[in-house]
């Protein structure tokens, strides 16, 4: 392994870039040579023997991965993330900031073409020399991280969880991996002719990634067709906490609503699809970011580094991977397709229906959602490049536009934009949609950003897992209405 040139260039760097009083102002019109001037080279003062080449790892483990060894919480005093406007840059300048980023291991929330958010540590601030005009959207992240710790629940109540009622109290906070896996037993126990478990694959720590299925028998006189299935995924990246929530919450409401009345929209659904909620598609990761580093994002495996550990999942799928260049990344798509554990067994559950090596049983996945946050987007491929144009992009656009729709006519509801994921995110390689779209013959693909915009980034307060829930409720309902329509109701 090459030793690291980060700690001396960080230096470099921090000589050449003094920090400057207001941390409001970006330093305006010439930001965008600058950035131009950091892809080419983002250290003219300092020539590493390697040219470019980036570090596998730094000298010395991040903080994130101190936390983790001593058992403490890491800690964000002083942290701001900060909205970079980046709309008039060119992609080669666009590339040159994320490697500039990713160089100094500066943590991306969000990303789109005209913006990009980030977490500055104080000790960095000095990187707004060479970024475009910015706005403070956090100015401090630890106050959010603390009220969150807050919204998390303790235990499971005596007695187990209460599953008869959407009115429920565990929709109203955060829950670590078993409380929500034994929500899931919960409903299996209560609803035993529709729920039914099902173990995707087992992760590097030795959690099961768990599933749960929700089908209804055919009423009499129905026609029986082939089993159609919709599978929902959530919490790839583990700090986006209210997308499992909000993947639980949908089963759960789909569940009663069916139940309750068996002519209902929602018992419809539920005969013709088998709705399938992967709610934490990365328990390690997910139990990581409650326990030591609640900006966690990658999984825990480990990758042959010194200090750092984790793959992102969602730049490790299968079509048009990319190999990642540094392991520290909260991005590193690590050197092979499917070298996680977690992709792997969602990537063999999604195509053959099975994790081993017995048979495909009769299975078909019509549909796939993959629930992620924050931005408020509803997207479909390929997210690798705008080049790709999927042959499906017509009805693909238009039932994400309906979903759109739907979501913001949800009690509470709120604006979700709708396109094509390489638009919206800006492009990224190896993600879920693109393989199971590009791979298998899965149609209807998307990735869901679901709240917010920003204002609490990933520490969405618990009291909006609800709203969250309704609208992806609202718009899953939709998507499967208008497949239903399209490909199976054919006249
Ligand atoms: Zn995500």
Redesign the pocket.
């Known amino acids: 392994m090459l030793s690291s040139p980060l700690p001396l260039l960080t230096v470099a760097l921090a000589w050449a870039l003094p920090a400057t009083a207001s941390p409001i102002a970006g330093p305006g019109p010439n930001s965008l040579h600058a950035a131009q001037a950091a892809f080419n080279n983002p250290f003219p003062h300092l020539v590493h023997p390697d040219g470019l080449h980036l570090a596998h790892e730094p000298t010395t483990p991040p903080p994130s991965e101190l936390a983790g060894t001593t058992g403490a919480q890491e800690r964000y005093d002083g942290h701001a993330v900060w909205r970079v406007n980046w709309h008039d840059m060119g992609d080669t300048a666009k590339e040159g900031i994320l490697t500039l980023l990713e160089t100094l291991n500066i943590d991306i929330w969000h990303m789109s073409a005209a913006s990009i958010d980030i977490r500055v540590p104080p000790a960095l601030t000095y990187i707004r020399k060479v970024l475009p005009s910015f706005t403070t959207y956090v100015p401090d992240v630890q106050a959010l991280v603390d009220m969150t710790a807050r919204d998390v629940a303790e235990d499971e109540p005596e007695g187990g969880w209460n599953v008869s009622s959407i009115d429920t109290p565990f929709h109203d906070a955060y829950h670590k991996v078993e409380a929500v896996y034994a929500f899931g037993d919960a409903l299996k126990a209560a609803f035993p002719d529709i729920v039914e478990e099902y173990d995707i694959g087992t992760t590097a720590e030795g959690r099961t990634i768990r599933a749960w299925r929700a089908h209804l028998k055919a009423a009499d006189g129905e026609p029986e067709h082939e089993e159609l299935e919709f599978v929902i995924q959530a919490g790839?990246?583990a700090?986006?906490w209210v997308?499992p929530s909000a993947s639980v919450y949908f089963l759960h409401s789909l569940v009663l609503d069916a139940t309750a009345d068996p002519n209902s929209h929602a018992a419809n659904l539920l005969r013709h699809f088998t709705f399938t909620i992967v709610p934490i598609v990365n328990p390690d990761g997910f139990e990581y970011s409650h326990d030591h580093s609640r900006m966690w994002?990658k999984n825990r495996q480990d990758v042959g580094g010194l200090f750092c550990k984790g793959l992102d999942l969602?730049s490790n799928w299968g079509h048009k991977f990319k190999a990642g260049r540094t392991a520290c990344s909260d991005s590193y798509a690590g050197r092979e397709p499917f070298e996680s554990l977690e992709t792997k067994a969602m990537a063999y559950y999604l195509i053959n229906g099975t994790i081993t090596d017995t048979p495909p049983r009769d299975h078909k996945v019509r549909a796939f959602v993959?629930l992620?946050?924050y931005g408020q987007l509803f997207m479909f491929p390929y997210a690798y490049s705008c080049a790709d144009f999927p042959p499906d992009a017509e009805n693909l656009m238009e039932a994400g536009l309906g979903v759109a729709k739907a979501m913001r006519q949800a009690q509470n509801g709120e604006g979700y934009q709708t396109g094509q994921a390489c638009d919206l995110t800006f492009r990224s390689t190896g993600e879920a949609i693109d393989y199971v779209y590009g791979t298998g013959d899965t149609r209807w693909s998307y990735?869901a950003?679901l709240r917010d915009t920003g204002t609490y980034g990933f520490m969405l307060p618990a009291s909006l897992i609800r709203p969250t829930g309704d609208e992806v409720n609202a718009g899953l309902r939709y998507l499967a209405q208008f497949i239903y329509e399209t490909d199976i109701d054919k006249p």
């Open positions: 790839q990246h700090r986006e997308a994002r969602n993959d992620h946050s990735s950003e």
